[in-house]
């Protein structure tokens, strides 16, 4: 099969949370599943062109027009390890791809509208064949509306996956016609109308119904969004498409994230390999005379992420004379502030570390240090984190919703609460801290159950299989 990605993100290059990691993972599981695979990606200024392989310049110029003008572009062909990444290059007088972040952006909606337009260009000078399409989130679903309505591209079906459900890509009609749609025709209950706000367009809506199939990254997430009755949930249009929405729970490329672990089951081995990664910590924070537990949390803070119980759970932490260590940022300057002053208030503790940006090798050395993850979510489509954690012998203390649900087992592999509420994140601390001094053989044995559940992409590349499969009858 020949299958087209068109995406936002791609891990370790240009990774701004978990869609970044699943483009990767998938891709690189279809490769070796024998699929002629490839990723379109803008060329981001902030790539990490170091970890790209072969970078080509494929075609020198090509234009796609916007607002009625002739903008120039470039494709590079390239690979990362051995996934073909195809990046457009937009020399945009706005400079769209030209700023230091993926999105956040006041012209989000316009730069990744054109984006997937520029896309769509080279598909139809190169005209081939294209059995899948694969489009990821707001950001790439106009793609089915392009192929339906602008383009005439020999595509067989056309595939949405959602990773988030909570952002859909408002817009207003004319953000259509700067592409060359018509913003008006679209702006219909059977189209793009967005439910709460009848003069905008809901690009993520339009997604759903001109896609032949649509995923989302797991099981419950599915039904949530098909039983949701919120008005700005989309649920009555997961109704509509529910014979054609399946919920594919997310692997872990595994080649991200290396353990160092020999053996999963091997106890003594993960604990050595914990025990060196915490003396690498204790060379950034003075940990080194503690027994634990350390908690952490390595999030984007974000409302989804529930800050007031990370928060809670910060504090509690620190009552219990825990260690707790926040990695994390937010593009909401009032959340960001919050926390610079929680920072402030507990330097002097030596019992809370707060780093308040984007560090990669950080999460890397945090996910094999620490000894629990915290997780308050209020939703979670799926939610790596806790994967990335067990898979490292790190056990999540979890809010009961979405991904979390169908990968972990309260008890077990880690801990699950119920209610979004302080009062719940507190008792669970408490809880997974008695329990990690008291019965140190069961924590262990939680441990090993974690470190060797299967989460490689196997599985869940199977059953993109199956529904390609499927799209391709309609
Ligand atoms: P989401 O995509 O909703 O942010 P996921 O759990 O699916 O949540 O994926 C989050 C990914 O982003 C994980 O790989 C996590 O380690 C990473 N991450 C989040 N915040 C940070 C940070 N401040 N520094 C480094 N990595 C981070």
């Not at 990370?310 to 960001?336: H, N």
């Not at 915290?374 to 898979?391: K, N, T």
Request: glycine share 6%; net charge neutral; charged share 25%.
């Amino acid at each position: 099969m020949k299958i087209v990605h068109i995406a936002t993100e791609f891990a370790p290059i240009a990774k701004a949370g978990g869609l970044g990691e699943v483009v990767t993972g998938l891709s690189r599981e279809q490769l070796l599943l024998h699929e002629d695979v490839e990723v379109f990606l803008p060329k981001y200024d902030l790539l990490d062109l170091k970890k790209i392989k072969r970078p080509q310049l494929e075609i020198a110029d090509f234009r796609c027009f916007e607002k009625g003008f002739s903008i120039p572009n470039a494709l590079w062909k390239s690979f990362y390890e051995e996934i073909p990444l195809q990046l457009i290059e937009v020399r945009h007088p706005s400079g769209y791809f030209h700023r230091n972040k993926i999105y956040g952006c006041d012209d989000d909606i316009a730069r990744f509208l054109y984006f997937t337009k520029a896309v769509f260009e080279v598909l139809q000078l190169r005209n081939e064949k294209i059995d899948v399409l694969h489009l990821h989130d707001w950001h790439t679903a106009i793609g089915a509306i392009l192929a339906k309505n602008l383009f005439k591209i020999p595509i067989r079906a056309i595939v949405l996956t959602i990773h988030n459900g909570a952002y859909q890509g408002r817009c207003a009609t004319w953000d259509l016609d700067n592409i060359g749609l018509d913003g008006k025709s679209f702006l219909t209950q059977e189209k793009m109308k967005d439910d709460v706000y009848p003069e905008t367009i809901n690009l993520l809506k339009g997604g759903i119904l001109y896609s032949d199939w649509v995923a989302t990254v797991s099981p419950t997430y599915r039904n949530e969004l098909l039983t949701s009755q919120e008005k700005d949930s989309l649920g009555p249009i997961y109704r509509k498409k529910q014979n054609h929405f399946t919920g594919i729970l997310n692997g872990l490329d595994l080649s991200l994230w290396k353990t160092g672990f020999q053996d999963p089951l091997n106890l003594a081995n993960i604990q050595h390999v914990k025990k060196k990664a915490r003396q690498e910590l204790s060379q950034k924070i003075p940990i080194a005379k503690e027994n634990g537990p350390i908690i952490g949390a390595i999030t984007r803070i974000a409302e989804q992420k529930g800050p007031e119980l990370i928060e809670e759970a910060l504090k509690e932490t620190v009552r219990q004379k825990g260690i707790f260590v926040l990695l994390g940022s937010s593009a909401t300057k009032s959340l960001q502030d919050h926390f610079e002053k929680l920072k402030k208030e507990y330097e002097k503790s030596q019992r809370a570390f707060l780093f308040l940006h984007y560090d990669e090798n950080l999460a890397h050395l945090l996910y094999r240090a620490i000894d629990f993850l915290v997780l308050p979510s209020r939703y979670e489509p799926c939610g790596l984190s806790q994967m990335i954690a067990m898979h490292h012998a790190t056990i999540p203390i979890a809010r009961k919703t979405g991904g979390h649900i169908d990968t972990i087992h309260d008890g077990i592999d880690g801990f699950l609460f119920s209610e979004y509420s302080q009062e719940a994140m507190r008792k669970e601390i408490e809880r997974a801290i008695l329990f990690f001094r008291n019965e140190k053989a069961l924590y262990e044995k939680m441990q090993m159950k974690a470190s060797s559940i299967d989460w490689s992409w196997k599985k869940a590349a199977l059953q993109y299989q199956e529904i390609y499969s499927k799209a391709f009858l309609i």
